[in-house]
């Protein structure tokens, strides 16, 4: 993923599921990364930043899910980093009810073309913002927990969490 034009605000997170790097824009946050997950971004120029206002904020309520006080979250987020076509898919993740899943074939049925289940699979995967933008509650037509950038123990221990497993 590259932030072009942004100036980005990082800080770095523990959490039972490891370390989460979070990214800011003036705009809202804009990443919220595991350690070692795929598609992990270019950090060069980065400003570490951790008292952002929305990074501290971020962390807070991602504390909050972790420990089951919290199931949603309330931020403003920066999705402009994608492509038009991502940004639907990720805007779609976001109707997602925490403790409920869906398919890709779903997904790309509700964006109107049925037909772009791959394409909504590779938008997925490249969501930005993880656990916020819950791409972990997708799985595959068979109900099969199916690729998770941050890796599917993950994903299970996230679903788990939710209650959705």
Request: aromatic share 8%; proline share 5%.
């Amino acid at each position: 993923m590259k932030f072009k034009n942004a100036t980005l605000h990082s800080c770095t997170m523990q959490t039972p599921l490891g370390a989460v790097t979070l990214a800011a824009t003036d705009a809202g946050l804009a990443g919220a990364w595991f350690d070692q997950q795929r598609h992990w971004p270019d950090t060069h120029g980065w400003q570490h930043n951790p008292e952002h206002p929305v990074l501290r904020e971020a962390a807070a309520q991602l504390a909050d899910y972790f420990t089951g006080r919290r199931q949603h979250f309330d931020l403003p987020l920066d999705l402009s980093h994608g492509t038009a076509f991502q940004q639907s898919v990720w805007q779609a993740l976001l109707a997602i009810p925490v403790g409920r899943t869906t398919s890709y074939g779903a997904i790309s049925a509700g964006l109107g073309n049925a037909a772009a289940v791959r394409a909504v699979g590779a938008a997925v995967g490249r969501n930005p913002i993880s656990v916020i933008v819950p791409c972990h509650r997708v799985l595959g037509t068979n109900g099969s927990l199916t690729g998770y950038a941050g890796g599917l123990e993950r994903k299970s221990a996230l679903l788990e969490l939710e209650g959705a497993l």
